[in-house]
Structure formats: C-alpha cells, structure tokens
C-alpha cells in the first residue's frame, strides 16, 4: 500500500515593519540626519572613518602589506 502524500499550499506574502524615526547626530562627523534608534552615523563613509580611528595601526598594516604584495608582483613581471 502507498502512503497517502499529503498536500502542501504555498502562501507568498509581504510583511511590512513601520520604523519611527528620530533626529539623531552623526558620532563621527556630527551631521544631524534621520535615523533609527539603533544608528549612529549618517553615512556608511562615517562608519568607515570610525572604525579606522578605532585601529588605526591594523588598517596601516593591512595596506602596507597588500602594496609590498603588488610591488612584488610589478617587479616580478619587469
């Protein structure tokens, strides 16, 4: 004997979330913008400057060692 299989209906829906806004100031630059209550910069060239200004030596180095890669790569190549 076969099981009976069972039947499956597919519902596509949209949900739709209302988020209140607030009048906030950027931590980094001080621009005053709408936002989220969880959002602290207006942009996401702020979050990026902030996260630089919080480790800066790991960001140096991240870059020094990719430019000695591709002068390595440039000198290998002549």
Known sequence: MRKKETQVQVQTFTVTRKVTLEEKACVQCGTRFMGRR??????????????????????????????RKQKGQEQAKS
């Open 38 to 67: 969880n959002k602290e910069y207006c942009s996401k060239a702020c979050a990026k400057k902030a996260a630089y200004h919080r480790n800066p030596e790991a960001y140096r180095e991240s870059r020094m060692k990719s430019y």
